[in-house]
């Protein structure tokens, strides 16, 4: 079955410990993203890579990090959770970018709250 | 800074009436344009994409796109209370770049 996984989909934690939120696709996709949906605000986009070793930046990368060392795997990275970095997050993929109709698939979603 | 506005709701509508959700966007360069499904604590779900002005239809769903007023509706006849959740509209560009959401627009159909 065509899917993206992320793991945990819960996760409560305190001020400072570093966290990582794995994210893996079994759709052979290039492109991948993480994004954060927050009340009134929508999904916004944190970090996005087109394919192996290759990110940039979202709307809102402040405080996280990526890496994309294998193509199926796509890990968002809190070294020093605040509790502003309190929301939904999603990761997703696709296997191209919008301008050439490809559609993203969304992982289930990982709840994240930072005491 | 691009952006995707949508009426944040709740717009309630009586089963078997029309849904009609709309949304505008900044960025004249967007070319791809697409409506997400999100119920409450799940991911988004593509409906539909639409990439030339005129209507798409699928369905019950027809999505319509207005390059010239940097417009996109949705409109989903013969609602159903299963189509109650949030419709998240998304506009994308032609280049190597990444896709805008809106903030959605929550949706209740009453039985």
């Known amino acids: 079955e065509a899917q993206v996984t992320q793991n945990p989909r819960y996760l409560i934690t305190v001020t400072g410990k570093k966290l990582t939120v794995t994210c893996s696709q079994n759709m052979n996709h290039e492109y991948m993203s993480w994004y954060r949906q927050d009340p009134g605000l929508g999904l916004r986009q944190i970090y996005y890579?087109?394919?192996?070793?290759?990110?940039d930046k979202g709307d809102v990368p402040e405080g996280y990090k990526v890496s994309r060392k294998e193509k199926r795997n796509f890990p968002l990275i809190l070294e020093s959770p605040s509790p502003n970095q309190t929301s939904l997050y999603f990761c997703a993929s696709s296997s191209g970018w919008a301008g050439e109709r490809h559609t993203q698939y969304f992982g289930p979603g990982t709840r994240l709250t930072v005491l | 800074q691009k952006e995707v506005e949508q009426n944040s709701g709740p717009l309630s509508v009586p089963e078997g009436a029309i849904a009609s959700l709309n949304c505008t966007y900044s960025d004249r360069g967007s070319q791809s344009f697409f409506w997400y499904r999100q119920y409450s604590g799940k991911s988004p779900e593509l409906i539909m994409s639409?990439?030339?002005?005129g209507d798409k239809e699928d369905g019950r769903f027809t999505a319509q796109l207005n390059k010239a007023s940097q417009y996109v509706s949705l409109l989903i006849r013969d609602s159903q209370p299963s189509d109650s959740a949030t419709y998240l509209c998304a506009a994308g560009p032609n280049s190597y770049d990444k896709v805008i959401f809106g903030p959605g627009t929550s949706l209740s159909v009453i039985p």
């Open positions: 639409i990439y030339s002005n």
């Open positions: 890579s087109m394919n192996v070793e290759v990110t």
